[in-house]
């Protein structure tokens, strides 16, 4: 967010609270009435969107110091992005923006981010992953089936978490691609990571270094398509690099991909997956993939902190993320029954692992993981499903951590099953009996 634009929103938050909440009209219980996992877990002001723009514009006057405990408060905010689609029923804020642009203000003095996000951001500048782990082992997922094509214009970017913590995921997006017939490569040695970490935590140097080089990197292989399996990821590419730098080449998440080669039956799902499925939509494939569209109007004062927008400027209100693509894919599988949890698409409670909460306060990413599996085992499934690995890790341990009896797969392991091939899970349980 541009300076100037930051210091007028600041001071235009109507203190109305609406950004605690899903929409009104939205709301199905009071049970499952919130949005916003920060004030759900700290319940004080300074915690909501709302309360994040007073403190931005308490700063900007002097009357807070970047202090630690301002830090923790402002770090303590998955950045999942409800605050941002609420607030349009009330007001045209974007706390979101604001909340990235504060954190930005205190890196920039030193006051952030948080000691174990620079830990992970050291890492990506060492090792090109936020896991400390060695480059030369991203690639250790591959398994001997999985068929890469050196000409493909297709580019499948596999993300630090899936690559090194998700292996799953990979193998089973590889595996359908090849099943479907869709030729496509990797990066290999010069995959790094997105920098969707880095950004959320305020670093936004670093983030521009990386962005470049990824860009560089995959337009002088002359990909037309790039795929992702990492909401992060794919948020990142469509979303906040075209913000800082275009680029000539297409970005779909899987799920959208194999929407469409199952729609054209390129991908034929023919096996019987009898489980009752619920589905959790990532932040980053929801309300937050939504692109900014151009604008270029102006900005006419009409009195002092009111002004209007001439043409209307479009709100980006969280509506055109990808919701169709996985459900129409659950909905294709023969015998699965899905079934809805109250908060869903861009009314959806965030897993409560993003923008650095998992490393820094996994109190928080536990709890407000919990919360959602509690809304998913109120659905009455069996089985809890979403398309991003961070949700992965998150929602299994709020899993264990209430000791459910859910099961979480990564959609597309649910798409190997509806094809009649063996997950990894499979796998491994075969092993275990033999
Ligand atoms: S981004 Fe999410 S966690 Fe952060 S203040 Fe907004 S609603 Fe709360
Ligand atoms: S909904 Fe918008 S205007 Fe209302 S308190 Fe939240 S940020 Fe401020």
Same mark, same amino acid.
């Given at each position: 967010m541009e300076e100037e634009k930051y210091q007028k929103m600041i001071k235009r938050c109507l203190r109305c609270s609406v950004c605690k909440w899903i929409p009104q009209v939205q709301i199905k219980s009071q049970k499952y009435a919130s949005g916003c996992p920060a004030i759900d877990i700290y319940? %004080?002001? *300074?915690?909501?969107g709302g309360g994040k723009i007073i403190l931005a514009l308490a700063y900007e006057m002097g009357r807070?110091?970047?202090?630690e405990e301002l830090r923790d408060i402002v770090y303590?905010?998955?950045?999942?992005g409800n605050c941002a689609v609420a607030c349009k029923y009330m007001n045209t804020l974007e706390p979101l923006e604001i909340i990235m642009k504060l954190r930005e203000k205190l890196v920039s003095v030193g006051c952030g981010p948080m000691p174990k996000q620079q830990a992970y951001i050291d890492a990506v500048k060492k090792?090109?992953? *936020?896991?400390?782990? *060695?480059?030369?082992?991203?690639?250790?997922?591959?398994?001997?089936?999985i068929k890469l094509d050196p000409n493909a214009k297709v580019l499948y970017f596999v993300g630090c978490t899936s690559s090194y913590r998700r292996k799953e995921m990979a193998i089973a997006a590889a595996r359908i691609m090849n099943e479907a017939g869709v030729p496509f490569n990797i990066l290999q040695?010069?995959? %790094?990571?997105?920098?969707s970490p880095i950004l959320r935590t305020g670093d936004v140097y670093t983030f521009e270094q990386i962005l470049n080089r990824n860009i560089d990197i995959i337009e002088s292989k002359g990909i037309e398509t790039v795929v992702f399996s990492c909401a992060g990821c794919y948020d990142t590419f469509k979303v906040d690099y075209p913000l800082r730098r275009k680029y000539n080449f297409r970005v779909l998440h899987t799920v959208e991909l194999f929407d469409e080669l199952i729609t054209s039956r390129q991908l034929q799902l023919t096996n019987q997956v009898p489980l009752i499925v619920t589905y959790h939509d990532p932040c980053h494939l929801g309300r937050n993939a939504e692109r900014y569209e151009d604008w270029d109007g102006d900005i006419v004062p009409l009195m002092p902190l009111v002004s209007i927008n001439i043409p209307p400027k479009p709100k980006r209100t969280g509506s055109k993320g990808v919701y169709d693509a996985p459900r129409n894919i659950l909905n294709s599988i023969p015998g699965l029954k899905f079934v809805e949890m109250e908060r869903i698409q861009e009314y959806a409670y965030c897993c409560g692992a993003g923008a650095g909460v998992k490393s820094a306060f996994p109190e928080m990413a536990l709890k407000t993981a919990i919360t959602r599996v509690d809304e998913a085992e109120d659905s009455g499934a069996e089985i809890i499903v979403s398309a991003c690995p961070f949700c992965s890790t998150n929602l299994q341990d709020g899993i264990k951590g209430k000791n459910s009896k859910l099961i979480y797969y990564d959609i597309n392991e649910l798409i190997l099953m509806a094809l009649g091939l063996e997950t990894e899970k499979m796998k491994q349980a075969t092993a275990e009996v033999v």
């Open positions: 319940n %004080f002001h *300074p915690y909501s807070l110091k970047p202090t303590k905010c998955t950045e999942c090792v090109h992953n *936020p896991y400390n782990e *060695p480059h030369e082992k991203r690639i250790d997922w591959l398994t001997d089936e040695d010069d995959e %790094f990571c997105c920098g």
